[in-house]
């Protein structure tokens, strides 16, 4: 799903899409020119891996999600202005929220994962 970044404005845009299980809703708003955010929620379940025994379990997931979306090259030094490094780039004048949702999925994946445990767990800690 493909957002163009024209039809953005002070006024906040819904959407919502889904993809492995897991659904990104919410809202973007433009913050400038340049700049949108997407203030979302990540919800559903995700099939992983167990990093300690190698199984696979599902996780889920509720969880926000705020990102700023550049319509092309951002400055980092314009960064103190959203006091965030979550700015994703974008060069074709459009917000690809799949992009985003499946970059998420990924990153989730990449992530540690221990089956039947949460993160921040005081076991989890110890090892």
């Known amino acids: 799903m493909k957002i163009a970044f024209r039809k953005i404005a002070s006024s906040p845009k819904t959407f919502s899409l889904k993809s492995d299980g897991l659904e990104l809703s919410g809202t973007l708003v433009r913050v ?8 979302g929620r990540l919800n559903g ?25 550049s319509d092309g090259l951002w400055d ?15 060069f074709d004048g459009f917000i690809d929220v799949e992009y985003i949702l499946q970059s998420e999925i990924e990153s989730i994946k990449m992530d540690y994962h221990i089956k ?5 767990s005081s076991k989890e800690k110890s090892e």
Do not use: A, P
């Open 32 to 39: 400038d020119s340049q700049i949108c955010k997407l203030d």
């Open 45 to 69: 379940e995700l099939e992983l891996v167990c990093d300690r025994s190698g199984e696979v379990f599902m996780k889920h997931f509720d969880e926000s999600l705020v990102l700023y979306i």
């Open 76 to 90: 980092t030094q314009s960064q103190s202005k959203l006091n965030s490094l979550d700015v994703i780039e974008f």
């Open 116 to 120: 039947g445990e949460r993160y921040g």
